[in-house]
């Protein structure tokens, strides 16, 4: 019986010490994103009577007027884009060249994607564009964690002026926004593409 007892508590005691043997580590779950399922790119038109420009834009998205600057009516074409399924927003913006100055109104464009971004943009790529229908302007792609990665604006630098901007109702983070922003540029890209003027 002692025989018994001695080698019960040998295994014992032997099975705790090989047990110990590895320090103990809790699960460390390593850092991501969420997946994100993205729609099936579809688009229709906005035109709607009275305004002066025509586009396509995503059937995920919303077209709701701005209503911040409803008192003045250089402001009355003024429309915001909702894509409330990535929580982004594109805010156009439309001026009529004559009542504005065209050089003011080029060079505000050129501060708002530049004078604002500089500080936190770690690139700023700007491109000339004309598109299929002859509209013409300039593309702007900013890097790191800027408030908006995509901006715009198209003339025909005689009557028309429109700018776009692409926001998204989150702390600005350039790895975690990427995959949406370059989703929606190409949304973006289409809208640029479709534009008409009136």
């Known amino acids: 019986m002692v025989f018994m007892r001695f080698f019960a508590g040998s295994l014992l005691i032997a099975s705790m010490l090989i047990a110990c043997n590895s320090a103990y580590q809790p699960e460390i779950k390593k850092k991501g994103y969420f997946k994100i399922d993205f729609p099936e790119k579809k688009y229709r038109a906005f035109d709607q009577t009275g305004y002066p420009y025509t586009f396509e834009y995503p059937v995920y998205a919303n077209v709701i007027k701005d209503s911040m600057f409803f008192q003045d009516k ?90 776009g901007a692409l926001y998204f109702d989150a702390t600005p983070n350039e790895d975690s926004l990427s995959i949406v922003n370059d989703f929606l540029k190409k949304d973006l890209l289409h809208l640029i593409n479709t534009l008409k003027w009136k």
């Open 74 to 163: 250089a402001e009355d074409y003024w429309i915001n884009i909702d894509v409330p399924r990535f929580g982004g927003r594109i805010y156009i913006s439309y001026k009529q060249v004559g009542k504005s100055n065209f050089d003011s109104l080029v060079n505000d464009g050129f501060k708002m994607a530049y004078k604002q971004h500089t500080e936190v943009s770690t690139g700023i790529n700007d491109s000339v564009m004309i598109t299929p229908n002859g509209v013409e302007g300039i593309y702007y792609s900013l890097k790191g964690n800027t408030a908006t990665a995509n901006q715009f604006f198209l003339t025909d630098s005689i009557k028309h002026f429109l700018r």
